[in-house]
């Protein structure tokens, strides 16, 4: 025979699957209808919104992604947040929610208010979060319908006040950069499969009939068009510059080398990340 405290936890754990509800609001209509389960569903809906019992079955396919940095920039948060209808997901109070979410300020019970304002499954993400020293500088970029974002950590060693507002929109620019291209990796030195990827270049050449020299160099080639597919420093940068009054485009490496001599100061990339809601 089962304990009166096992049958508790199995009625509060079948009421939060179906519901998506918190656990202390769950086990709060349990006790309040006396741990009857359908009495408790009841008490739950009212509280909820007709229907919210039955919405953690609901696939939750749009969403926004919210990005927050501290004020000193050394930190930086980046959430998804997921719901069922593009509607919501364009809503002012569902983005003003996700935002909330990535500054930390959500409370208690939040979620399920916003989940029963609009009558549909609401999923928190995980966050990423990017935190560093002194010379640590954050920011990043959230694409105009709020679908997708990208944080960037960079290293900023002798930074002063003055620089915020550049190094802002310098971060700015490369979460453009990254949501925009999507590189999968720094450069060629992080690119996990690199080895892999210059062996396969190697076998597609290797009945070639030319020099070994020029084979050599056409594996080069091809290798570093991989990089400026793949890696953040060899992408070209999606912001042309300027050179003797013509629009250049120039890799992001060299695009960080010239804003760096600007400043006075060097500045590398520690991290990058993207997130699709």
């Known amino acids: 025979m089962e304990r009166i405290e096992d049958m508790d936890i199995k009625l509060v754990k079948k009421l939060r699957d179906n519901s998506g509800a918190s656990m202390s609001l769950v086990k709060t209509c349990l006790e309040d209808a006396s741990w009857d389960y359908d009495a408790a569903s009841i008490l739950l809906q009212k509280k909820l919104g007709v229907g919210s019992v039955k919405r953690e079955q609901n696939q939750t396919h749009f969403g926004v992604v919210a990005l927050h940095v501290s004020f000193d920039r050394r930190t930086g948060t980046l959430l998804a947040v997921n719901c ?3 509607f919501v997901a364009r809503n002012s109070q569902f983005v003003e929610f996700a935002q909330r979410g990535a500054s930390g300020d959500l409370k208690e019970g939040d979620l399920e208010t916003i989940a029963g304002l609009f009558k549909e499954k609401i999923a928190l993400g995980s ?7 002194v010379a640590t500088y954050c920011g990043g970029y959230i694409h105009a319908d709020n679908s997708q974002g990208a ?6 060693p002798g930074r002063k006040a003055e620089h915020v507002e550049a190094l802002d929109e310098l971060a700015r620019d490369i979460g453009m950069q990254v949501v925009a291209m999507k590189p999968v990796c720094l450069d060629a030195d992080s690119m996990e499969d690199a080895e892999q990827a210059k062996s396969i270049i190697s076998s597609e050449l290797q009945d ?3 020099p070994p020299a020029i084979v050599e160099k056409i594996a080069e080639g091809r290798f570093r068009k991989l990089c400026e597919e793949r890696c953040l420093l060899d992408q070209p ?4 510059v300027m050179v003797n009054g013509k629009e250049t485009t120039i890799s992001t490496r ?13 500045v590398k990339i520690e991290a990058f990340e993207r997130k699709t809601a």
């Open 84 to 86: 069922e209808t593009d």
């Open 127 to 133: 966050g990423l979060v990017f935190s560093g020293n």
């Open 151 to 156: 944080m960037v950590m960079l290293h900023t």
């Open 208 to 210: 070639s009939k030319k």
């Open 237 to 240: 940068f999606i912001k042309p």
């Open 254 to 266: 060299e695009y960080i080398d010239s804003f760096s001599k600007e400043v006075g100061f060097p």
